[in-house]
């Protein structure tokens, strides 16, 4: 008896076992059946990536939702920029594919590239004492300036 129960054991194993093969197959051949649907939707595409050479506009648009400055390098190329940071790239493609990642950071995009913008040092200054930058038009706090200046002899300011 110990041999025949071993044997029905064995052969009701083989019956499940025979049912599970027969689940996988099954879920096999919806996988190849989905993945043969996706294929060739695939290959009927014209192209499967939708931004192979991006514009100025979108990589703009990208640029100012993260609050940062695009523009082109008077030497070729485009500098993007965050504050008084800046960093050159060759092209907008390498831009684009920076900020189209789900998680970026400034170090990421800028890294050992932080260079600070030099400051502007051609401020125009409150009096024009050489009368050089407004061409000879005084404006009218600069005429009262000037007609006091010369009525008390006085010696000129510096207007730093």
Known sequence: MNVEEQLAQLQAQLISAQA???RLREQNDEMCDRLRAQSQ???RAKDINPVARPTFKRVLTLARAAFLDL?????????????????KF?????IWDIL????????????????VK?????????????N???GGVLTQAQNSFETW???????????E
């Open 41 to 43: 939707i695939i290959n």
């Open 132 to 134: 050089r930058r407004s």
């Open 100 to 115: 189209c990642l789900d998680d970026w950071f400034l170090e990421d995009l800028f890294g050992d590239f932080l260079a």
């Open 90 to 94: 060759k092209t907008l493609g390498q």
């Open 71 to 87: 523009c082109k390098c008077p030497g070729g190329g485009w500098l993007l920029s965050l504050g008084q940071r800046f960093r």
């Open 118 to 130: 030099p400051h502007n040092f051609n401020i125009p200054r409150d009096f024009d004492w050489d």
């Open 20 to 22: 599970e093969i027969q």
């Open 149 to 159: 200046h010369n009525f008390a002899n006085a010696v000129p300011f510096s207007s």
